[in-house]
């Protein structure tokens, strides 16, 4: 089992800055990739960027040079630094966790609950 926690949301001025944190807790898994997705109207949520275990990142196209993801494995906490904050970018951020099954290396996804991210015009 694994509990899934983001923060950080809120409303923002267009080119404002946001910083999402999330934190994943677990004592049977190993966390091995993170990412950010954001959901806009609709069902479909789309990647924002993501961060294997040893701090390798992707990004997606339209955030490239305004979002930095990193991470604290220490702390199995990652986090989303958003600079010049654009009103396209409103949306419910979730954080996603990819994990493995010590011994059969089975993976599973887990998700946080979303945080709601405003950027005002």
């Known amino acids: 089992q694994v509990q899934v926690v983001e923060s950080g949301g809120g409303l923002v001025q267009a080119g404002g800055s946001l910083r999402l944190s999330c934190t994943a807790s677990?004592?049977?898994?190993?966390?091995?990739?993170m990412a950010w997705y954001r959901q806009f109207p609709g069902p479909r949520r789309e990647l924002v960027a993501t961060?294997?275990?040893?701090?390798?990142?992707n990004y997606a196209e339209n955030v490239k040079g305004r979002f930095t993801i990193s991470r604290d494995n220490a702390n199995n906490t990652m986090y989303l630094q958003m600079n010049s904050l654009k009103p396209d970018d409103t949306s419910v951020y979730y954080c996603y966790v990819g994990v493995v099954e010590p011994g059969s290396l089975r993976g599973y996804q887990y998700w946080g609950q979303g945080t709601q991210v405003t950027v005002s015009s």
């Open positions: 677990t004592s049977i898994f190993s966390i091995k990739d």
């Open positions: 961060i294997t275990s040893g701090g390798s990142t």
